[in-house]
T-cell receptor, first 114, second 113 residues
Framework: EAQVTQNPRYLITVTGKKLTVTCSQNMNHEYMSWYRQDPGLGLRQIYYSMNVEVTDKGDVPEGYKVSRKEKRNFPLILESPSPNQTSLYFC?????????????FGSGTQLSVL | QKEVEQDPGPLSVPEGAIVSLNCTYSNSAFQYFMWYRQYSRKGPELLMYTYSSGNKEDGRFTAQVDKSSKYISLFIRDSQPSDSATYLCAMSDSGGGADGLTFGKGTHLIIQP
């Protein structure tokens, strides 16, 4: 089954404790992206990657890191999480970067930073 | 300027009703328009995609784009309880890729059985 898999689904952590949210897709997609979704603010892009070893900042990259060493994986790293990073996070992928390519989303990771 | 306005709702209608969901935008450069459906505790899924102006129909769903008014709509005919979800509009200009997508905040739709 074609899918984008994120782990974990739920995560509670404390300020400053480094964490990684994993994302994997099995569709051989070139384009991958991370979003955060907050009430009243909607979906905002954090980082994206057009292919292996090619990443770029989205609208809200501060406090996040990403890497794209393999085509299928695109982990999101929070080096020193803070409470304002409490949010619902989505990974997404598409065949290519073009706007008319369908974006496939994962099921989300609910992160709480205490 | 990246701004898309969408009424958050909730919008509650009886089963079988015609539903109209709308977004307005300010950036006249937007050319690509999408509607995503998001069920509770799930990621968004693409429902409809339209390029430039006009209508597009897919089963019970019709997407309309009026670029002169900077207004897009999604109509759902014969609404079902399974249509209860949050509907997000998204749009992009001609130069941007998927990284240029601007999402609305979503409208929470409730179809009452």
């Amino acid at each position: 089954e074609a899918q984008v898999t994120q782990n974990p689904r739920y995560l509670i952590t404390v300020t400053g404790k480094k964490l990684t949210v994993t994302c994997s897709q099995n569709m051989n997609h070139e384009y991958m992206s991370w979003y955060r979704q907050d009430p009243g603010l909607g979906l905002r892009q954090i980082y994206y990657s057009m292919n292996v070893e090619v990443t770029d900042k989205g609208d809200v990259p501060e406090g996040y890191k990403v890497s794209r060493k393999e085509k299928r994986n695109f982990p999101l790293i929070l080096e020193s999480p803070s409470p304002n990073q409490t949010s619902l996070y989505f990974c997404a992928s598409s065949r290519r970067r073009e706007t008319n390519e369908k974006l496939f989303f994962g099921s989300g990771t609910q992160l709480s930073v205490l | 300027q990246k701004e898309v306005e969408q009424d958050p709702g909730p919008l509650s209608v009886p089963e079988g009703a015609i539903v109209s969901l709308n977004c307005t935008y300010s950036n006249s450069a937007f050319q690509y328009f999408m509607w995503y459906r998001q069920y509770s505790r799930k990621g968004p899924e693409l429902l409809m995609y339209t390029y430039s102006s006009g209508n597009k129909e897919d089963g019970r769903f019709t997407a309309q784009v009026d670029k002169s008014s900077k207004y897009i709509s999604l109509f759902i005919r014969d609404s079902q309880p399974s249509d209860s979800a949050t509907y997000l509009c998204a749009m992009s200009d001609s130069g941007g890729g998927a990284d240029g997508l601007t999402f609305g905040k979503g409208t929470h739709l409730i179809i009452q059985p």
